[in-house]
C-alpha cells in the first residue's frame, strides 16, 4: 500500500488553448473569405460586417456592464465572431437597423439570456439569421450582383442566387469555376469555396475543430443528392452544385462546429453532421426556402443534448453493456 494512485482534481495537463485563442483563430480563418466578399461586393461588405461587429460587441458590452452588473468579457472575442458570422450570413446591401436588429436578436436573445458564452443552447449568429429571414424576408432576399470593386451599398442591382436558380430553372447555374471563386449572387459567407476550404484548412491545422462535422455533413449532402440527381437528372443538378452554393461551407465549417451547441464524441458528431446534412437537402429541394442549412443546423442544436446523452464513451473501470 506504499505506492498509491492519488487522483487530484482536472485540469491535470494545460494544452495552452483558450477561449481568446480559439476565437481569434475562427477570425483569422474568416479572413479569406472576408476578402473575397470585399472584393466582389465592396462598400457593401465592409458595411455589413462592420456594423454587425460594432452591434453585437455593443450589446454584449451593455448587458453585462447594466443588467448583469459584472465584468464584461468583450476582449475574449466571443462577440466580434458573432458579428463576423452573423454578416456572413447576411445581403451586402442590408439596411444598417435590420443588421442592428439581428444583432441584438443573436447576442441579446440567443446568447446572453441563456448566461452567456456557453451555455447558449443554439448558435447565436444563426438565430439572428434565421429572425430576420422570417421577419424581413424582402430585405433578407435582395441579393446584389457581384461586380468586382463595385462600390455601391443600397442602390446595388440585384439578381438571384444559384440555390433560387435551383429552385425555378436548374439548368440556367453558374459554372463550377464561378462558384469556387465567389463569382454569384448570395451572402457574404457564400463568397468563396476556395477561401472557406482555406479557412477550414487553418482550423484544422490549428486544432481547433475536427473534421469530423464538416466531413459528415458534406458526405450525406453529396450521397443524398447525388441519388436524386442520377434519378432524375432533368430536375436535379449535380450534388456538386449543393456542395459549393449556399451557404452549406460556411456552415458546415464555421457554424456546426460550434463547440458549445455540438456533440462532444465522435460517434456523436457524425450522427450529428448527417442530420444536418439530410435536413439541409430536405429543405433545399422539397421545402420553400432555398437554402436549408441555417434551419438545419439550429434544428440539430436542439438535438445536442440528447445525443450527448445517449452517445456517450465507456466510464473508466466500467462494465460494457450485455
Not at 2 to 17: A, C, L, N, R, T
Not at 20 to 36: C, I, S
Not at 50 to 58: D, Q, R
Not at 220 to 236: G, K, S, W, Y
Request: charged share 10%; proline share 6%; with cysteine.
Amino acid at each position: 500500500m506504499e505506492k498509491q494512485f492519488i487522483i487530484s482534481q482536472s485540469p491535470h495537463i494545460h494544452s495552452g488553448d483558450s477561449i481568446r485563442k480559439n476565437m481569434y483563430t475562427v477570425l483569422v480563418a474568416l479572413l479569406p473569405a472576408f476578402l473575397v466578399s470585399v472584393y466582389f461586393f465592396g462598400a457593401g461588405a465592409l458595411i455589413v460586417t462592420a456594423t454587425s461587429v460594432a452591434s453585437c460587441v455593443l450589446c454584449e458590452y451593455l448587458i453585462q456592464r447594466f443588467l448583469f452588473r459584472k465584468k464584461t468579457t468583450i476582449s475574449d472575442g466571443s462577440a466580434i465572431l458573432t458579428g463576423v458570422l452573423l454578416a456572413f450570413c447576411l445581403p451586402s446591401n442590408l439596411p444598417f437597423w435590420i443588421i442592428i436588429i439581428g444583432s441584438v436578436v443573436s447576442i441579446g436573445v440567443a446568447k446572453m439570456s441563456f448566461g452567456g458564452l456557453g451555455n447558449n443552447p443554439f448558435n447565436p449568429a444563426l438565430v439572428g439569421r434565421v429572425f430576420l429571414l422570417i421577419s424581413f424576408p424582402v430585405q433578407m432576399t435582395l441579393w446584389p450582383r457581384p461586380m468586382a470593386w463595385n462600390m455601391a451599398y443600397l442602390d446595388a442591382e440585384t439578381a438571384a442566387t444559384p440555390l433560387a436558380i435551383l429552385k425555378g430553372h436548374p439548368a440556367n447555374f453558374p459554372e463550377i469555376l464561378d462558384m469556387l471563386l465567389g463569382n454569384m449572387g448570395g451572402s457574404l459567407g457564400e463568397a468563396s469555396a476556395i477561401a472557406l476550404a482555406i479557412g477550414l484548412a487553418i482550423l484544422l491545422i490549428r486544432k481547433v475543430i475536427t473534421w469530423h462535422i464538416p466531413a459528415s455533413i458534406l458526405f450525406t449532402v453529396f450521397i443524398f443528392t447525388d441519388i436524386l440527381h442520377l434519378a432524375d437528372p432533368e430536375t436535379f443538378v449535380s450534388p456538386w452544385m449543393h456542395l459549393f452554393t449556399g451557404g452549406l461551407l460556411l456552415g458546415a465549417f464555421f457554424m456546426a462546429t460550434d463547440y458549445v451547441t455540438s456533440p462532444m464524441t465522435v460517434p456523436g458528431m457524425w450522427i450529428y453532421g448527417a442530420g444536418i446534412g439530410i435536413l439541409t437537402v430536405l429543405i433545399r429541394v422539397f421545402g420553400s426556402y432555398p437554402e436549408g442549412i441555417s434551419f438545419a443546423i439550429l434544428i440539430m442544436n436542439a438535438f445536442t443534448p440528447l445525443i450527448n446523452m445517449y452517445v456517450k464513451p465507456k466510464r473508466y473501470g466500467g462494465k460494457k453493456k450485455q
